[in-house]
Antibody, heavy 118, light 110 residues
Framework: QLQESGPGLVKPSETLSLTCSVS??????????WGWVRQPPGKGLEWIGS???????SYSPSLSGRATIFTDTSRNQFSLRLTSVTAADTAVYYCARISWIIWGLDVWGRGTAVSVSS | QSALSQPPSASGSPGQSVTISCTGS?????????VSWYQHHPGKAPRLILYEVFKRPSGVPDRFSGSKSGNTASLTVSGLQTDDEGDYYC??????????FGGGTSLTVL
């Protein structure tokens, strides 16, 4: 129901851009936030942030303002933009639907691997 | 916003029970009853198995149960099966529409 897409390789200092296509349900639903989670190699899951259909976003402080998540309601998609990437941003990136009623991620994409390397 | 603390590994024999802890603070686990648990098999999408501390989504067997005391939440898997092997993560609402995850626990069924 959620499918990530984007380049698998990004150069250091450049911007990582990923898109999540939602095939079941509307991204304009007021019941959900839409978010991104990543898993660096050998490490656990890390919360990146989320966006509401209104455009209101919330982000992990650990990313120091480098992340932006935005919606495209005409395409039923939402996207992640991460600027000034370094090798530490190498990870599998997952998009997910967050039900704010339970504050749980109830639908996930299968993830897409992104490597930051020159 | 620090990651929640989980033991890196846990194990049990088939049929036994195992409990995995998840420790946070008063600004996440202690402040909200919005603790979730996820099962993650490598190469697959994580799966929500518990939400709001102890509630199970449709299709999750009742062998999975949850509880919370203070700043610590726990996941118990009873009647261990080989399919239960994998990584388990907790998460908690942390205010301001944000979430925080635990570091993950690798469960081995011996």
């Amino acid at each position: 129901q959620l499918q990530e897409s984007g380049p698998g390789l990004v150069k250091p200092s450049e911007t990582l851009s990923l898109t999540c296509s939602v095939s079941s349900g509307s991204i304009s639903s007021s019941n959900y936030f839409w978010g991104w989670v990543r898993q660096p190699p050998g490490k656990g899951l890390e919360w990146i942030g989320s966006v509401y259909f209104s455009g209101r976003g919330s982000y992990s402080p650990s990313l120091s303002g480098r992340a932006t998540i935005f919606t495209d309601t005409s395409r039923n998609q939402f996207s992640l933009r991460l600027t000034s990437v370094t090798a530490a941003d190498t990870a599998v990136y997952y998009c997910a639907r967050i039900s704010w009623i339970i504050w749980g991620l109830d639908v996930w994409g299968r993830g897409t691997a992104v490597s930051v390397s020159s | 916003q620090s990651a929640l603390s989980q033991p890196p590994s846990a194990s049990g024999s088939p049929g036994q029970s195992v409990t995995i802890s998840c420790t946070g603070s008063s600004t996440d686990i202690g402040g909200y009853n919005y603790v979730s648990w996820y099962q993650h098999h490598p190469g697959k999408a994580p799966r929500l198995i518990l939400y709001e501390v102890f509630k199970r989504p449709s299709g999750v067997p009742d062998r999975f149960s949850g509880s919370k005391s203070g700043n610590t939440a726990s996941l118990t898997v009873s009647g261990l099966q080989t399919d239960d092997e994998g990584d388990y993560y907790c998460s908690s609402h942390a205010g301001s529409n944000s979430l925080v995850f635990g570091g993950g626990t690798s469960l081995t069924v011996l």
